[in-house]
């Protein structure tokens, strides 16, 4: 299969800001082995912000554009240096791939960009790709910029006509009301179309490090499974959750992709 994989700074980093250094290599071993059975992997990576705001030693995520765009910079070396000692332990090659709102809307850049990755696959590269935050705002809506990356992860996976996309979250999926406030709240196992009771299920913006929700996960899979890509949910505290995943066990919230448009196996 044909995975993105994406994981949110809630699963990468410790509320400090620090890297989670077990879950991180938990991430990776998994990712790897997973590449050693045959399946083509591609990381949407957050966590250049986070993980600047740990290195610089700022007191919290920076609210003016000037310092999360230096945090970024300074966290986006920090993460793909983290990614490539791990990797290099099980012997996988990554490969870095930034990419801003106009990189997608451009015909030419984005015929770039999937050349760019289709080649990586087929040299056996794990491409991690993250927003290029140091040169974009990261406000939802603002011109050239993406904003967030299920966002960016929906993209990509469309973008490479991906079997499976993967968003890892400090949540276990969808559920029928905010667990964290409703003791009631059910996790919902599978969706069959985005309708808008479902979209009425998604609250507000998550953790104080991440940019994300469930409202964005929910157009993320609107557009995945627009595409034939099947999207879930699930949470990334153990990233070993990936394996029973790959099997199709049930886990998270699964978005069924739309049959219409579903890719011949
Ligand atoms: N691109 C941002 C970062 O790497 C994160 C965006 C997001 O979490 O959705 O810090």
Do not use: W
């Amino acid at each position: 299969m044909r995975i993105v994989v994406k994981v949110g700074t809630s699963t990468l980093a410790h509320p400090t800001g620090r890297l989670n250094i077990r879950r991180v290599e938990c991430l990776c071993k998994t990712l790897a082995d997973l590449k050693n059975a045959g399946h083509e992997i591609i990381l949407v990576s957050s966590g250049a912000i986070g993980m600047g705001v740990g290195k610089l030693n700022l007191p919290g995520r920076p609210a003016d554009m000037p310092t999360k765009q230096a945090a970024a910079a300074v966290g986006q070396c920090e993460l793909m240096y983290t990614y490539d000692k791990l990797f290099e332990e099980y012997h996988h090659t990554v490969a870095q791939i930034l990419l801003t709102g106009s990189d997608v809307e451009n015909e030419v850049r984005h015929r770039n960009f999937r050349n760019t990755i289709f080649r990586l696959l087929e040299l056996g590269a794990l491409p991690i790709i993250n927003e290029n935050d140091a040169v974009v705002t990261d406000e939802i809506g603002v011109y050239n910029t993406i904003g967030e990356n299920d966002t960016l992860s929906a993209i990509v996976a469309v973008s490479v006509s991906a079997d499976l996309l993967v968003l890892l979250s400090d949540i276990d999926g969808l559920y029928t009301a905010d667990p964290r406030r409703d003791p009631t709240a059910r996790l919902i196992p599978e969706v069959e179309a985005v309708t808008p009771e479902i979209e009425a299920l998604a609250g507000g913006k998550g953790s104080s490090l991440g940019t994300g929700g469930m409202a964005t996960k929910l157009s993320a899979a609107r557009m995945a499974t627009a595409a034939g890509t099947d999207m879930i949910i699930a949470n990334g505290a153990d990233p070993g959750v990936l394996y029973a995943i790959v099997e199709g066990r049930p886990v998270g919230t699964r978005f069924l992709a739309r049959k219409e448009h579903a890719p011949c196996k």
